[in-house]
């Protein structure tokens, strides 16, 4: 690190609700970074049904760089730019309360926007679970078995890309393409990215951001999560036309070979049963490969973790509503 040059003053935004369990953590990691500039921290907090508030208000009375501001509807893109409005400077950091920053991320960001000229930089999702099941959802989430190739979850080299994790934004690119889409309740961030390159913008990812994500505890938590993503990324296809590939109908359409199958076998044409069966095979053949080096108790959920990612993304996806991203109309 270049200790006589200048740092620009940067602003940390967090959405936060629910999120007692890691709040602390989360802002803690923020307040301690290697950082040589100016640091602040907006925390935009929603309605929540623990002791998040109770939290915020406690650590921002013991530290003046954090700064508190209520979100009424508790929705992410309305938090961010609740919080992005309440912030003051030129460079902005998302965080979620449930990510942990490495103690050089803030540099990292820096440097690799004023290296690359890059709109926004982000870096990798590196999820790590506590419990075995958790441990289970990392380890899918960190393979291309369970998303894909997108380098934010899989790693790879340094480039330009669609979309990153979380991100570190010039204000003025957040200014020119009017901040986050508040109707997108799910995938803001890959909608917001894609205005930023349809602007003329640059999205940049390094292996050297990289992010402690907490999956989620549960298999019903887990499954909630795919299924509203899943939804939400037809949205963004309907949106915007030509930005779904091959990686995101692999879902849904394994969601409709396999219930084609399901039905075809129920109804005596035995081959039908070969779809489902030969995807079960695949997920425990997948997790016997992508699961080494896991504790047993992790690794034995793990076939059953993919199966539920896949087919809860595929039947938000099939499902999504024609509607759903519209704004409401207003009432007479």
């Not at 803001?188 to 050297?208: A, C, L, V, Y």
């Amino acid at each position: 690190m270049t200790q006589d040059r200048t740092w620009p003053a940067v602003s940390v935004v967090m959405p936060v609700l629910n999120e007692e369990r890691h709040l602390t953590d989360a802002v803690r990691r923020i307040l301690t970074q290697e950082y040589p500039g100016e640091l602040e921290l907006v925390l935009a907090v929603g309605p929540c049904r623990d002791r998040t508030e109770e939290i915020a208000g406690k650590l921002a009375a013991e530290d003046p760089r954090i700064v508190v501001v209520p979100n009424p509807t508790g929705r992410t893109p309305q938090g961010l730019n609740i919080a992005i409005k309440a912030s003051q400077y030129s460079i902005i950091v998302r965080v979620d309360g449930h990510s942990l920053l490495p103690p050089d991320y803030v540099v990292a960001a820096v440097e690799t926007m004023e290296d690359t000229g890059a709109d926004n930089v982000g870096g990798i999702m590196a999820a790590e679970g506590v419990t075995p099941f958790e441990q289970a959802v990392a380890r899918a989430m960190t393979s291309k078995l369970g998303v894909g190739n997108a380098r934010f979850h899989t790693g790879g080299e340094a480039g330009e890309v669609e979309t990153v994790y979380l991100g570190t934004f010039r204000r003025s690119a957040l200014e020119r393409v009017g901040g986050y889409d508040e109707t997108f309740v799910r995938a803001q961030d890959w909608e917001m990215n894609h205005r930023i390159r349809q602007s003329g913008g640059k999205i940049f990812f390094t292996p050297r951001m990289r992010v402690t994500y907490r999956p989620r505890p549960s298999l019903r938590a887990l499954a909630k999560q795919y299924f509203h993503t899943g939804r939400w990324r037809r949205v963004v296809g309907r949106e915007h036309q030509g930005t779904l590939n091959l990686r995101y109908l692999a879902p849904p359409l394994a969601v409709v070979a396999m219930t084609a199958g399901i039905v075809a076998g129920a109804f005596g044409v035995w081959p039908g049963w070969i779809l489902p069966g030969g995807y079960a095979l695949a997920m425990v053949a997948g997790a016997a490969v992508e699961g080494r080096g896991l504790p047993f108790a992790a690794w034995i959920r793990l076939p059953l973790v993919f199966a539920t990612m896949h087919i809860s993304w595929g039947v938000g996806f099939l499902t999504s509503p024609p509607g759903l991203g519209q704004p409401t109309p207003a009432k007479p």
